[in-house]
């Protein structure tokens, strides 16, 4: 069975404690409900500890020396035994148990104090980590703004390089239908291209000096005509010989205009040219028609008809 203290009732964790000497108490105490340090209990001798008396027991001795009494005359009074063996013998001595509380609360509140420490050492570091950890995640969410920046931009990129990948592939596939259609026609360019290295070709200067030599050609054929005043007869003769002649003139040269001309063939708007200078009255070369005349003037004229 576990032994109890008498003044706490608590168990006995150790030999720590004090009993009672006297055979019919033996009660025991700890030894901080009886306000003994350990260096003193250590200092106790064991003979002093087997006649140690607990304070209830001092108390129901009496104090005074009745002896004499018929009542206690047989009663042996310990001549040997001193007050000061004795902790509440003492005038104005304190209670175990008040001591032994007061000591408690004393203990209590330096153990608050030092847990009060403790915990406002913790929460100060609590703190400075909280802190570390709000400008950690201040600076990842920053970082997250603009990695979401950058990937925005990315997939813009990623859309117009999608549609100037689906630009080249319709590219692609119009050039190949070119190069077929190339391919296909190629023969029939390469035959052009034979032709016109047969046919000859002239140069703007040829033309020119072909046209010039023509030119120079009908201005040499000069026609004679007659600029006189005849009789009413022959003047009439004349006329007709002079109409026939134009007409005659005319037809050659309206002939001529559609065929080729030193390798050069004249088309329909030169011919609207020529007819309109026609009507105007263009200068003309006829030739002339009947014998001469003595009284007839004759010269060449290159231009136009004189009457």
Known sequence: MAVKCNGCDGVMADRLYMKCSRGECGKTYHLSCLAIT????????????????????????PKGNNSDTPVRSHVTIDKSFTPGNYLNTGRGSKNPNTSFVANKEDIIIEEIREFRMEMKNKLEDQIKEYKLLKNRFTKSETELEELKKQVKVLQEKTA?????ETKIE??????ELLEASVNRKRPLINNIETNVQKEPTLSFAKVVQNNKQKQVVSEIT?????ATKPSDLVRSEEKAQLDNGCKILKTTQTSEKGEERNGIKFGDSEKKKEQESEKEGSWKMLPSRGPKRKNFCTYGVSKKILW
């Open 160 to 164: 117009i390089i999608s549609v100037l």
């Open 38 to 61: 350990i260096e003193k209990f250590k200092e106790f001798t064991l003979e002093y500890r087997s006649q140690w008396t607990c304070p209830e027991c001092v108390c129901s001795i």
């Open 222 to 226: 000069t026609m004679e005509c007659m």
């Open 170 to 175: 319709i590219l692609i596939h119009k050039n």
